[in-house]
Nanobody, 123 residues
């Protein structure tokens, strides 16, 4: 069974950077769209960024555009989220997710999820 394992979270000061990594095993990773989501305390989970199977297309939530970059390595079965210019509002548990039925972007329904990694941004 496929697994997604996130890493790279931690505590950082406002203005700093972190790079999240998500490793996948057990499925045809290179054929799936992948996404990053986050959930802050007391709030619903929200979309952050997504990338198509080839890496040729990506999209972002307005709140992170220009600061975050999603990328993937289909040889190593990994997806990354580079987060720059972090602000306290970025504090959340970050999850990666895969859409095994849609390799592109648009109408994605993510059907498998990692356990999450905590990102805390101090002011």
């Amino acid at each position: 069974q496929a697994q997604l394992v996130e890493s790279g979270g931690g505590l950082v000061q406002a203005g700093g950077s972190l790079r999240l990594s998500c490793a996948e095993s057990g499925r045809a990773f290179s054929t799936y769209a992948m996404g990053w989501f986050r959930q802050a305390p007391g709030k619903e989970r929200e979309f952050v960024a997504a990338i198509s199977w080839s890496g040729g297309m990506s999209n972002y939530a307005d709140s992170v555009k220009g600061r975050f970059t999603i990328s993937r390595d289909n040889v190593k079965n990994r997806v990354f989220l580079q987060m720059n210019s972090l602000i306290p509002e970025d504090t959340a548990v970050y999850y990666c997710a895969g859409d095994s039925r849609n390799p592109g972007l648009g109408g994605n329904k993510y059907d498998y999820w990692g356990q999450g990694t905590q990102v805390t941004v101090s002011s």
